[in-house]
């Protein structure tokens, strides 16, 4: 009797067990990590985002939605019912308006909780499923493409753990991340006046809301044939993609303090399986190398110890190649510079490593030239089409006219530059296409792109070719992994140490959007060789939530636009605060070194560099530099500046002097460890040729304020002649007087295309390629500047019909800052 009263009693007791373990969530799902609580109802709803060390809820409730939705048939679905069962960590959700079930693995860590979809029946019937959103109250900084959203004292974020579960919202068919375009009006001078106060963002995985911001992933499924809107098309084929679908979609959630987020990224890196790249044995997100500077400059077998010598004088260790490649798909390199291809470059690589420096090269990713063994003489199959139709009666080489039975595909012109088709082994282009039925492709040009010219059957099929603006074809998925993988071989064969993914968004001809994208540069990535992987300096023309833990950083900004200062300014200073809201390595973009740019621009650009704790490229030839006047001096002030900043020489309080771009610094190394860093202030003047009655003073006064001590002028002139000024005006007798002092009358001409230069002690003049022409000889001391207002008149004579404006820049030191590296 005993023995059968304890096993009903143990039957009992098993029982309960069994329902504890398996029960609704009516008392909360309570998940906790060592800084963060996260609270589920019997619904899956969240109900809690908790920091434990500060007791503050950071969920909004009002907002609050489940933690994962399915879509179906085009609408969002939440599940209705949530089940925990302790014992496998598992959830399990019900979506009876939809007939599904899902299983959702929970695995908590030290400092995250992983939520991985292991089942989902019927699966085959579900659109996507969604992760989030997620409402909180946090909105200091947001981190769109991280995921991770901060204040002062706590950080939420949310991280993707495989490629297919993209961050974001599934707002698009196409899965382009929505981003704010500031070059959309095809002005790329710089962002739009009306668009200065707006944030630049680029992806929502983390998104700005009024109560405060969301963070959100989805996963999609992928097994049919889709047609959507795509990259400025509104009808584009989208085919079926097996990667096993929605079943294996797989997120972390955290809370920390501020201080952990990137250590939490780490770790989340480590363990579970996502890139984690490592600079000379330091991550990549906290590598200071990670935003080293570079020279970009041409070179092959023949000049290379040249370019060598040049980016060893710069201090720099990086020598990129802006265009090495005479076509892109099979990446076969510029015979005049690398004879051999590869092995040529290969040779570069070594050369280069034995004198401390390591080669890159710039890329467009999925671009592919027409010259291509791609595209011809046998167009590969796997170029991108927007979509199909079949030809509509049979044609012999020679027709003009192509019908075709369908011209969805084929009538969409705003992303259409080739205006090419393919049909077999045959692509042709086309101008129009007929404006009503029977359907014709017109104006044809056959055998276009040294491919043949043949008859086709009707009913043949004839696919619309993808291009881009750049006049190249595109890939589909399988093109584009053959591609990516080349990349791959090219690095590893060489041992090339930097690239850009440039053009990255050709990656939408996939019809993928940014899974495409991502899924270019992990196939790189995993095909790099194990004393590779993780160690080149990568980045890309778009940016992208899972791509973060593979690039190293990215460096927008462009030079060709306006003036060395002036072009994109604006973007790259907003660009700083992307970069600091999603913790990634600073850069400032490229620059064009020209033989006319001034010591004074580069400066200006090192010293925003300094605030910024951010590198740059240097656009320049070995040409240019050797037309350069002051080559020299140049590349020993990118020397002294960029290994002062990496070292991490600057206070916090210099930095943010030199971000406020108010005025300039001058930066001098006085011995190894020893700097003296001055600030320099300026300002910029015009003096207009005018027409006066006889006996009116034609001179032009100025008002210029010294913050620093009294001290002789320096000053830069130079021509700025208008459209109807005579191209061979001059100017001299050039007059300056300060506060009333006696006028200091320079005995010199100035031409166009020359500088007068004065650095308060000598004045020289220079040919527009800063080469010397004359020191001038004074008659008299420079006139002095004042501590505080002062007034300068400046005057001069012009020879000619039409006088040029002449620009004016006063400069003024203050006093120098001695800092010792170390310390």
Known sequence: MVQKHLLKKSLLLLALLATAALQPADAQVNLKTKQWSLELDRTGKLTSMKSLALQKEFLVADKATALMSIKKNGEILAPATCTWNTKNSELALSYPQAGVEAKIKVQRNDQYISFELTQLTPAANVDLVLWGPYPVAIADTVGEVVGVVRNKAFAIGIQALNIKTLGGYPSAESDIEPSYDVFEGGNKVDVKEDDLHKQLFRGDVARPTEYGASLQAYCRNRSKDRIIENWGHTAYLAPAFNDGGVIGSKIALFGVANSDVLPTIS??????????????????????????????????????????????????????????????????????????????????????????????????????????????????????????????ESLDATTKEIGIEDPLFFNQFQNNTLKAVVIGNEIIRYSNVSASAPWKLLDCQRGAFGTQASAHAQNDSIGKLMDHAYKVFLTNYALQEEMSATIARLFNETGLMQI?????????????????????????????????????????????????????????????????????????????????????????????????????????????????????????????????GMKDQLLGMIKTWEQARMKNIFSEAQKEEMRSLKHEFHLEQTTNNEYLLTPVYNAYFTHTGKLKQPGEPVSSTFQFNNPAARQPVAFILSLAPTKDADPDVTFDQVSITINQQDALVLPVTLKRNQFLKCDGKVVRLYNKQWQLLETVTLNKSLPVLSNGANEITFDGKYSGENGADVKLEIRATGEATSIKAGH
Not at 274 to 302: C, N, R, T
Not at 333 to 358: D, I, Y
Not at 368 to 386: E, F, S, W
Not at 531 to 556: C, Q
Request: glycine content about 10%; aromatic content about 12%; charged content about 20%.
């Open 267 to 392: 770790q989340i890196e480590l363990k579970e399986g996502l890139p984690h790249p490592m600079l000379d044995g330091i991550w990549g997100k906290q590598a200071i190398q990670a935003s080293e500077s570079y020279l970009i400059m041409d070179f092959g077998v023949d000049n290379l110890p040249e370019a060598i010598a040049v980016t060893k004088q710069a201090g720099l260790r990086y020598l990129y190649h802006g265009g090495p490649f005479d076509n892109w798909g099979h990446f076969k390199l510029n015979n005049k510079e690398f004879p051999q291809n590869w092995a040529s470059m290969k040779q570069c690589v070594e050369t280069a490593k034995a004198a401390g420096v390591r080669l890159g090269l710039h890329t467009l990713s999925n671009f592919i030239t027409t010259n291509d063994p791609y595209v011809t003489p046998i167009p590969d199959p796997r170029l991108a089409k927007v979509g199909y139709s079949r030809i509509s």
């Open 500 to 628: 850009s993914f440039d053009g990255l968004e050709g990656c939408l001809s996939s019809g993928m959007g940014q899974y495409a994208k991502q899924l270019f540069a992990k196939t790189w990535y995993d095909h790099l060789k194990p004393e590779l992987k993780g160690k080149v300096i990568n980045d890309a023309s778009t940016p992208g939530h899972y791509f973060w833990h593979i690039y190293t950083r990215m460096n927008w900004g462009e030079p060709w636009y306006a003036g060395f200062r002036e072009s994109q300014l604006q973007l790259r200073l907003k660009n700083q605060q992307f970069f600091r809201r999603n913790l990634m390595p600073s850069m400032l973009g490229w620059f064009s070194l020209r033989p006319e740019t001034a010591l004074e621009d580069i400066e200006w650009m090192l010293a925003m560099g300094a605030g910024y704790n951010a590198g740059f490229g240097l656009s320049t030839s070995l040409e240019t530099l050797k037309k350069h």
